[in-house]
């Protein structure tokens, strides 16, 4: 009983710790962040299942913004939450809780990439109803991303989307649709801010031309 008592008091007590530091940071989202992975760290699994609904809708639109293929996306999606499971009390916190996921997530995503092309698959499922309409929930930078705006264009957004190289793909979706950061992206692909940028702006470029060109065999 008295171990119990002391286990509970100490729990409380990082809480306690964890609470005064958020506020320090005045930024409440870091503050359920750090919450919600004290919890996870002591293997609550109601806390796992706040993880699942607060992330899940995030990450599937990733896989499928990614791998252009719902039923590919959802396997990909769960193997995420599944990797997150068994890794998120090894979690040093360096970064975000959600920028850690997903980093996850776009490794994930570039192994079934991988996978798919020796298996030489190529799917090219229509991605209208993505969930909540991504393309027009985050506002993008300006053009070529202004075509991402208009709900109507989505289905062409994403067709020119699966035809850039995986790495671009990636910049594209993190950026434009996924609304992160500069530093963000940083932390999930690894490479230098500025390496980031150029590759951004090489990956905008491309998208910008073969947007140009559907258009037009749309309007021939």
């Not at 509970?8 to 962040?33: H, N, T, V, W, Y």
């Not at 801010?193 to 037009?216: C, D, F, I, M």
Request: net charge negative; with cysteine.
């Amino acid at each position: 009983m008295a171990a119990d008592v002391a286990m509970a008091d100490e729990a409380q007590g990082g809480s306690r710790e964890i609470l005064a530091s958020a506020e320090a940071d005045e930024d409440p989202s870091l503050l359920r962040e750090k919450l919600l992975l004290a919890r996870l760290r002591r293997r609550e699994e109601r806390a796992f299942a706040e993880l699942v609904r607060t992330h899940q809708d995030r990450v599937y639109d990733l896989c499928c913004r990614m791998l252009n293929d719902r039923e590919e996306a959802l396997d990909v999606a769960q193997e995420v939450f599944v990797s997150l499971h068994a890794s998120v009390a090894s979690f040093r916190g360096e970064s975000r809780l959600s920028t850690w996921i997903f980093r996850i997530a776009k490794n994930h995503c570039l192994n079934r990439l991988k996978y798919l092309t020796r298996r030489q698959r190529s799917r090219t499922d229509d991605l209208d109803d993505v969930p909540e309409g991504e393309l027009s929930r985050h506002q993008p930078n300006p053009s070529p991303q202004e075509a991402l705006l208009g709900k109507e264009q989505a289905s062409r957004v994403q067709s020119a989307i699966a035809q850039l190289p995986d790495d671009q793909r990636l910049l594209i979706v993190l950026r434009d649709l996924e609304g992160l950061t500069y530093d963000e992206m940083v932390q999930i692909t690894d490479e230098p801010e500025g390496t980031v940028k150029s590759r951004l702006h090489r990956a905008r470029s491309a998208l910008a031309g073969l947007l140009s060109k559907l258009r037009q065999e749309d309007q021939s």
